[in-house]
């Protein structure tokens, strides 16, 4: 601060205004404990997280942690450019955890207890990291999420149809929600969230097995058999066609807007939107968060989540594994988890329990739901989501399928076209 | 006005030492580059730079920004885009939706530029006439010319959408919805209509202006002949409209080949690729999909590249031939 200080009273008094500047610049590299952190929130936690960074700046003197609070679609589309052209931010919160682990920094030389890390995220550490034998600590995961259903309740009501049950299948929740949507002249029965990872959870549980025997991705008619029925699902009209049909490309639509306007019976989506749901549906209408609804294989959704990561980019590699260190100690996780309505990733806090003071009682069941549901998650599920190249499968599964539902390719043609997609894709990535 | 005139005058000589000293050094023959030299470094860095780290992308492959970590891959990525089993069938193409986005390209073009002209030409013959509130005609067509394409997709997707003003209108009449952007055939029909209705005004203009410019005593003289209207628009009005005529064409042309910012907020290139144009796909391929395809992304632009070049050599040859045409005469 003080350096700051005489910086600023060089530019009064300075004679030479240009002097002045390049000064500035100059000095700007000085002020190297600032740390600049890239956040997206789906609910409030880039809020929680300024709350904790104040509490970080006081404990450390000279480091100041800014945080840049922006789109999810920044940190898909521009984050990536940014840091292949090594002008990233120092951390960052993102998705893409095995997608962008080549630019992610080691800070395992700047946390204080190894031995903790492994204990509490040896789970999820991996996910981060670029190769298998990689032994680096590169952040950790901010929240763990699940895909799931979630259900207008009061609609089921109105129309006096009972909900399906825990182990009910993909078609019997179909047929409930289309009998809901027709007595209650709802327009659709049901949408999921247009995403690749969405439709992943469906398609293991309907045999895709995503992986050959020597470990690639590989498309089988587990997947096809899923892709079959989703389209015939929008032609017949059970889904609303706008979330998968009103976009072309591979690019996301979330199903949240058009269940809140009381269009949808029933979504998949997940845990994230809790928070979400809980502020904008507020008492318009009764929801709930049903398990994952079964198929023949299993009754799977997709983990995934948030992980904040420390990237090469840094200047301040020292202050940013302070950072995340800070971050990751068990209270300020169950303190994040707590007020983002969110599923920590940390073995300790999950094992204590974490209460949800903000969550009403729809939220707190949901939750209940979801934390109990990643016990019935499918090993594919958990293999995909931490396979480096999972993007070249979700990808082009939202665009291949989204011309057969709007009739421009057949359902077979869309599963060559995913194949052949995919292989490219991870032709490319690997050069 | 005349203080301000040898104010300029005294500025400029300022420079005059500076110049016949640059004259003495360079020659009279290359004092020229002195002063093209700053714009030539501006459009070298800006337009052909650009141009150059294009090609080198189009020849490189993978996905990593910079040159360096780019492999040499050669003609690949054109062979990725342009390889086909059987050019009849879109679906056996390695790159089935670059080649959608070309037909996609190639019909919205020949379709808006037809109907632009036409209802261009139109709207410039009767606002050119004497009719009730011309001025207000006038700045009605070119109004929305003024808007952001941004907002005039954001203006029409409210219009469109399932619970837009369009269905809201048709259901109150006791019809029922219908999905003018989630049906491909609807969805490219609203994009030619919200293109034409977002620029048509601009061309208006310059229609407009070229009937302004035809001298009143050939139209007096054709009265005198009791020439009917048909024939004085076909033998008088269009003959010499045709160079303004020519340059709408190929604005409308080379704007019809780009187009992108209307249609991607409007469509985001869909249902499926069903609006998917050129440099949408360019975009998509590049910057927008979460695998960046940087190579394929500057493959593709250097084929519209070729394109536009062969547009505009047509363009200049049509304006040759309408030159000469006017020579005979």
């Not at chain 1, 949808?264 to 994230?272: D, H, P």
């Amino acid at each position: 601060m003080k350096i700051m200080k005489d910086f600023t009273m060089r530019v009064r008094v300075s004679k030479n205004g240009l002097a002045a500047i390049v000064a500035a610049i100059v000095a700007l590299p000085v002020c190297a404990a600032d740390i600049r952190v890239m956040c997206y929130q789906d609910g409030n936690e880039c809020e929680v997280t300024a709350a904790l960074a104040k509490r970080f700046e006081a404990q450390n003197a000279g480091i100041k942690v800014i945080l840049d609070v922006v789109p999810f679609k920044t940190i898909v589309e521009q984050l990536p450019v940014q840091l292949a052209a090594g002008h990233g931010p120092d951390i960052a919160r993102l998705t893409d955890l095995g997608g962008l682990s080549k630019y992610y920094l080691d800070i395992s030389p700047y946390v204080k207890d190894r031995k903790y890390w492994e204990a509490n995220f040896g789970a999820t550490l991996p996910w981060l990291r670029p190769s298998a034998s990689d032994k680096g600590i590169y952040g950790f995961m901010s929240q763990l999420t699940m895909t799931g259903p979630f259900v207008n309740k009061t609609l089921f009501e109105q129309a006096k149809i009972a909900m399906p049950g825990p182990k009910a299948t993909w078609e019997e929740w179909v047929d409930a929600a289309r009998r809901v949507a027709k007595a209650t002249q709802t327009p659709a029965a049901m949408a999921w969230d247009r995403s690749g990872h969405r439709f992943a959870g469906p398609a293991i549980s309907y045999g895709a097995k995503i992986f050959d025997a020597k470990g690639n991705l590989a498309l089988d008619e587990g997947y096809k058999t899923t892709v079959r029925k989703f389209v015939a699902w929008h032609k017949d009209g059970t889904m609303l066609k706008d979330v998968w049909g009103g976009s072309g490309g591979s690019s996301y639509a979330d199903t949240v807007g058009e269940f809140k306007n009381g269009r949808l019976v029933t979504i998949l989506s997940g845990s994230w939107q809790i928070n979400r749901m809980q502020k904008e549906i507020g008492n318009a209408f009764d929801w709930v968060a049903v398990p994952n609804p079964c198929g023949p294989s299993a009754c799977t959704g997709m983990p995934g989540g948030a992980a904040w990561v420390a990237l090469k980019t840094t200047k301040s590699p020292k202050e940013v594994g302070q950072f995340l260190d800070f971050m990751a100690q068990d209270a300020n996780v169950a303190e994040f988890a707590s007020r983002t309505n969110n599923i920590p990733a940390h073995a300790g806090v999950v094992k204590k329990g974490v209460s949800y003071p903000s969550a009403g009682p729809a939220a707190q069941a949901a939750l209940g739901v979801f934390t109990s549901g990643t016990a019935t998650l499918a090993p594919a599920a958990y293999a995909l989501q931490g396979f480096k190249y999972n993007r070249a499968i979700m990808l082009p599964t939202v665009t291949r399928v989204t011309q057969a539902i709007v009739g421009e390719i057949s359902v077979d043609e869309a599963v060559t076209k995913i194949s052949a997609d995919m292989a490219e894709a991870v032709k490319q990535t690997e050069k | 006005m005349s203080v301000f005139s040898s104010l300029l005058g005294f500025c400029f000589n300022l420079f005059e030492p500076v110049f016949r000293l640059g004259q003495k050094w360079l020659g009279a023959s290359r004092i020229g580059w002195l002063f093209v030299g700053p714009n030539l470094v501006v459009i070298g860095i800006f337009t052909f730079l650009p141009i150059i780290i294009n090609f080198v992308y189009a020849v490189t492959g993978g996905v990593n920004l910079l040159p360096t970590q780019r492999p040499f891959t050669g003609v690949e990525n054109f062979s990725i885009l342009l390889e086909c089993r059987d050019y009849t069938d879109l679906q056996t193409c390695r790159s089935d939706i670059f080649w959608r986005s070309i037909f996609n390209t190639i019909k919205f073009s020949v379709i808006q530029v037809a109907l632009m002209l036409f209802f261009s030409l139109v709207t410039a013959l009767v606002l050119n006439r004497k009719i009730i509130g011309r001025g207000f005609w006038r700045g009605v067509f070119f109004y929305p010319v003024l808007l952001s394409p941004v907002v005039v997709a954001l203006i029409w997707k409210w219009l469109l959408q399932s619970q837009g003003v369009f269905n809201a209108g048709l259901v109150a009449m006791g019809g029922s919805p219908m999905d003018w952007l989630l049906d491909r055939h609807w969805a490219f029909f609203w994009v030619v209509v919200v293109s034409i209705w977002a620029h048509m005004g601009f061309y208006t203009l310059i229609l407009l202006a070229g009937l302004q410019a035809i001298p009143k005593d050939v139209y007096e003289a054709a009265e005198m002949d009791a020439a009917p209207p048909s024939r004085v628009l076909l033998r008088i009005t269009l003959p010499l409209l045709m160079p303004n005529l020519i340059v709408v064409l190929v604005l409308v042309m080379i704007r019809a080949v780009q187009s992108f910012d209307e249609v991607f907020v409007l469509t985001g290139g869909g249902p499926g690729s069903a609006t998917t144009f050129i440099v949408q796909y360019i975009y998509l391929t590049g910057f927008a999909e979460q695998i960046h395809l940087y190579g394929l992304a500057a493959a593709a632009s250097l084929i519209l590249a070729i394109g536009l070049m062969a547009l505009t050599l047509a363009q200049l040859r049509l304006s040759k031939a309408g030159d000469a045409g006017k020579v005979k005469k």
